[in-house]
Nanobody, 123 residues
Framework: QVQLVESGGGLVQAGGSLRLSCAASGRASSRYSMGWFRQAPGKERDFVAAISWSGTITYYADSVKGRFTISRDNAKNTVHLQMNSLNSEDTADYYC????????????????WGQGTQVTVSS
């Protein structure tokens, strides 16, 4: 079992930045591929970014490419999502997820999920 706890969400003005963190605990959590997803009100949960267990491979949704950066610190069992140039379309609940396998953009490939952290961007 892997437990995931997100933090760092909040209210930010358009054009601002936030850094989300995901603390992982449990069995061999540093060996899992990690992903960030988000879900806006009334919409489906969408892929945002993913990172391989080693941190050498990252992948982003087109909507955040160039603005968001995913990173991980395996010594601290944490994953971060640095979000810059935020706009109102980034408003959503953000979820951290872990996968016991190769990184993926698909929701159903992930085995473990956090409870989410809310990000609100005011225009």
């Amino acid at each position: 079992q892997v437990q995931l706890v997100e933090s760092g969400g909040g209210l930010v003005q358009a054009g601002g930045s936030l850094r989300l963190s995901c603390a992982a605990s449990g069995r061999a959590s540093s060996r899992y591929s990690m992903g960030w997803f988000r879900q806006a009100p009334g919409k489906e949960r969408d892929f945002v970014a993913a990172i391989s267990w080693s941190g050498t491979i990252t992948y982003y949704a087109d909507s955040v490419k160039g603005r968001f950066t995913i990173s991980r610190d395996n010594a601290k069992n944490t994953v971060h999502l640095q979000m810059n140039s935020l706009n109102s379309e980034d408003t959503a609940d953000y979820y951290c997820a872990a996968r016991d396998g190769v990184w993926s953009t698909r929701i159903y490939d992930y085995n473990y999920w956090g409870q989410g952290t809310q990000v609100t961007v005011s225009s």
